[in-house]
């Protein structure tokens, strides 16, 4: 069991032909079952062709109708990006996963509008994983994004992640202690975004098949998203969970990496979103390096 996505799930790459697209794509389907599971290329320009065997289609739609592929991850770049996005909407795709990194704000708040506008119509609702994420894997099953797929272990224990690099961070650690993971998952650090942690809290909480969780976030960001998962967790969660908030000693008002992780001065900062997870009932700690103990600590 996992969550969003296993080795069943089918799976088009937008912007495949890119130098970047080109090179995880390759990545993903020499990864568990990775050649199954990658179906189709967008690039309308290219239609017609194939790569790594890959057959790529004019559009998403087209894509979508050939393959019976239900995922897309999208590596267009920053300017085209949003664009991209819509058009796996459009075609009713379950899950959008969009690694770009730099879209412009104005961009995901046009697309944003958009999603909400087709939900309330009575259109279907296509998940957004990011953008300016790592994307996601299911350990031994599938991987799609930028994630270094040999750290990963099959097993029992979540990891959501606002930070890329602190997610590779945890899982490491988890199986270098010999716990696997049932799914690792980066939300991705800009302002507007599409799946929030408390949306990926939800997810593990209803698998069976996770026993409990590492939950990373950020300092700053446009809403309270930490704390909001914090607080569904603490009337909802079952499993034992692990919080750490990255930028302990960031100083306010310096934007730090992230687009959306500048402090205001609040609610925004380090200390009070592991405050508020203290409260909520989750095993916080100010040091990366011992979220994997902590969890294992935690297991019964």
Known sequence: MSIFINKDT????????????????????????????????VNPKKAGEKIFDVPIFASVK????????????????????????????????????????????????VVRDKM???????GKKTLLLGPNCPGLITPDEVKIGIMPGHIHRKGRIGV????????????????????????????GGDPINGLKHIDVMKAFNDDPDTDAVIMIGEIGGPDPDEAEAAQWCKANMKKPIVGFIAGVTAPAGKRMGHAGALISGGADTADAKLAIMEECGFTVTRNPSEMAKLLKGLLK
């Open 10 to 41: 089918r799976i088009i790459t937008q912007g495949i032909t890119g130098k970047t697209g080109q090179f995880h794509t390759e990545k993903c389907i020499e990864y568990a079952n990775g050649k199954n599971c990658f179906v189709a290329g």
């Open 62 to 109: 087209e894509a979508k109708a050939q393959t019976g592929a239900t995922v897309s991850v999208i590596y267009v770049p920053p300017a085209g990006a949003a664009d991209a996005i819509w058009e796996a909407c459009e075609a009713d795709l379950d899950l959008a996963i969009c690694i770009t990194e730099g879209i412009p704000v104005r961009d995901m708040l």
């Open 116 to 122: 909400k506008a087709k939900e309330a119509a009575g």
């Open 160 to 187: 959501v992640s606002r930070s890329g690099t602190l997610t590779y961070e945890a899982v490491a650690q988890l199986t270098e202690i010999g716990l696997g993971q049932s799914s690792a998952v980066g939300i």
